[in-house]
């Protein structure tokens, strides 16, 4: 056999490994996106299963009537938390580095 039909068969089975790599490349890609769909109902399934669990475990029935007292406590906590909003929107802020340059660029500006 001759140098030149050795290297053709080369430089072709090299195109051919070169083709093969490029479609296992895809079949993977595939394969992982086919993967995500599929486990996705799965962990919706999870997700069901455990609040089930949790929901038969804690029984928040048993508890709801703590429920009302935790409502007039929200309700409750409401003017206070408005009076300490106020009061801190009243509050004079330090001026930072960053605030500085702005009002000192603003004063500069002719406008």
Do not use: C
């Amino acid at each position: 056999m001759s140098y030149r039909a050795l290297k053709l068969q080369v430089a072709a089975a090299e195109r051919r490994v070169e083709a093969h790599l490029q479609g296992a490349g895809d079949q993977t890609r595939a394969i992982g996106t086919t993967l995500k769909q599929s486990y996705t109902p799965s962990r919706l399934l999870l997700a069901g299963f455990v609040g089930g669990v949790l929901t038969g475990w804690l029984q928040p029935l048993r508890h709801a009537g703590a429920l009302t007292s935790l409502l007039r406590l929200a309700t409750g906590l409401q003017p206070p938390l408005a009076v300490v909003a106020s009061w801190l929107a009243a509050v004079p802020r330090a001026p930072t580095a960053h605030g500085a340059d702005a009002g000192a660029a603003r004063q500069q500006r002719p406008g």
